[in-house]
């Protein structure tokens, strides 16, 4: 668990010492933290729009924290003590963190959220395959393809519509090394059955 105390906005982290760190600055060393912990890493930001954090995770790279608890918008640093104290107190009683992060939400409604990996995976991936893999979109990419093929292809010109047919064919592949990579199970092969996230075909 990695608690973070300081002030925040939607762009990163402002420090006591006047440096500024952005949500991409820290993308790097949370995902070191969360290779060690073996994809057990918890952060808790206490700091204006903490959850802002989420927008460093990228499913094409390896998950920076297995959670992220912090608040959606400016918050006053007595609500941050009044939360923080509710989910570290139900915390150590209960042993529940479920428990925990329901009393932190009652103590400051409509302010927190709890964030796992498998979620944040599925909402990345489920919003680029309803955005970038309609047959309009392949096809878009399938001519921009065409009009500029790979470097290293030495072939005959290729259809824009055969393009988007092999980024239809490969997306389950696309999907299974993503998944493998964001979830560290190359690193951890039980990480296969631990983590699970949903797929689906697109049109």
Same mark, same amino acid.
């Given at each position: 668990? &990695? ?19 952005? +949500? ?6 949370? %995902? ?11 952060? *808790?930001?206490?700091? #204006? ?10 499913? @094409?790279?390896?998950? /920076?924290?297995?959670?992220? *608890?912090?608040?959606?918008?400016? @918050?006053? /640093? ?5 939360? =923080?104290?509710? &989910? =570290? ?19 400051? /409604?409509? %302010?927190?959220? =709890?964030?796992?990996?498998? +979620? &944040?995976? !599925?909402?990345? +991936?489920?919003? =680029? !395959?309803?955005? !970038? $893999? ?16 790979? @470097? ?6 290729? $259809? ?24 560290? #199970?190359? &690193?951890?092969? $039980?990480?296969?059955?631990?983590? %699970? @996230? ?6």
């Amino acid at each position: 668990m &990695l608690h973070v105390e300081c002030h925040g906005n939607d762009d990163g982290l402002a420090f006591a010492d006047g440096s500024f760190a952005s +949500w991409a600055d820290l993308k790097e060393p949370l %995902t070191s933290l969360n290779v060690v912990t073996g994809m057990n890493l918890l952060v *808790i930001v206490s700091a #204006c729009d903490g959850s802002a954090l989420t927008h460093a995770l990228s499913p @094409v790279d390896r998950a /920076p924290l297995h959670g992220l *608890i912090g608040p959606t918008r400016a @918050v006053a /640093p007595n609500e941050l003590a009044r939360a =923080y104290l509710a &989910l =570290y107190e139900t915390l150590l009683r209960t042993r529940s963190a479920r428990q925990a992060v329901d009393a932190m939400r009652a103590a400051a /409604p409509d %302010t927190f959220v =709890y964030r796992a990996a498998e +979620w &944040l995976f !599925q909402h990345v +991936w489920d919003h =680029y !395959q309803a955005t !970038q $893999e309609t047959p309009e979109a392949r096809l878009e990419r399938g001519r921009r393809m065409a009009a500029n093929p790979p @470097v290293d292809y030495d072939g005959p010109p290729v $259809e824009p519509e055969r393009f988007a047919e092999l980024l239809a064919e490969k997306n389950r592949e696309f999907f299974d090394n993503f998944r493998r990579k964001f979830f560290l #199970c190359d &690193l951890f092969p $039980e990480h296969e059955g631990r983590f %699970t @996230v949903r797929y689906e075909a697109p049109e």
